[in-house]
């Protein structure tokens, strides 16, 4: 069946553009996850919803950073005012239900995301 | 707060060799555990978990993992690598909500 799918693949973005992430889950997943992962470094966790719900997002790195998810499937990283340091992969997470260790999390290829 | 470190950035080997990279976690409580593989081009995905019961547990393409909870460490092996495991691997802990914790990762080349 189909993954998780996110677009665009990659972006490129002048220093002080703004940038829209989509992420697709897959179809009946509650959860969805956003990372972050820089050059050389493992994936950090960003934000996380529930169904509409945005439970977690302790982890945006700045007010720059927003997510959404209105419907409870698809869901949209937004970065305002892009800089440099916000170069890195952004990858998208989606799994049935979270929180016990018994569903996995499933991600997609990821958005390549570069700064210039 | 929750942290994972995995001891090797860059693993080379060669072929049919024994393979073992080091994990280890913060957390003193009950703690669930994952390895993924991320092999060229291609995205994350799940090798194996831990999350109660036998501390060994084995998970596809035949790696294994042991939870050592005096140790706070939860090993990946292999006991003979083909070129085909060349890959990046990321050990996590999973924290609250399900959110995973994810090591530097390791890179491992295997020559053939």
């Known amino acids: 069946g189909a993954g998780v799918s996110q677009s665009p693949r990659y972006k490129v973005a002048k220093r002080g553009q703004d940038v829209a992430l989509r992420c697709d889950p897959i179809s009946g997943h509650v959860s969805l996850f956003w990372y972050q992962q820089a050059l050389g470094q493992g994936p950090e966790f960003l934000t996380y919803f529930q169904n509409e719900a945005q439970l977690d997002k302790s982890g945006l790195p700045s007010d720059r950073f927003f997510a959404e998810r209105p419907e409870g499937s698809v869901s949209t990283l937004k970065i305002q005012r892009t800089q440099q340091e916000d170069s890195a992969v952004y990858l998208c997470?989606?799994?049935?239900?979270?929180?016990?260790?018994?569903?996995?999390?499933?991600f997609g290829p990821g958005t390549r995301l570069t700064v210039t | 707060a929750q942290s994972v470190s995995q001891h090797n950035h860059h693993v080379i080997l060669s072929e049919a060799a024994s393979l073992e990279l080091g994990c280890n976690y913060s957390y003193g409580g009950t703690v669930n555990l994952f390895w993924y593989v991320q092999y060229p081009g291609q995205h994350l995905q799940l090798l194996l978990k831990y999350f109660s019961g036998d501390p060994l547990v084995k998970g596809i393409k035949g790696f294994e993992a042991e939870f050592i909870k005096s140790k706070f460490s939860f090993n990946l092996r292999k006991p003979s690598v083909q070129w085909s495991d060349t890959a990046e691997y990321f050990c996590?802990?999973?924290?609250?909500?399900?959110?995973?914790?994810f090591g530097q990762g390791t890179e491992l080349s295997v020559k053939p």
């Open positions: 996590a802990a999973e924290g609250q909500g399900g959110k995973l914790i």
């Open positions: 997470a989606s799994s049935l239900v979270s929180g016990q260790g018994t569903y996995e999390q499933y």
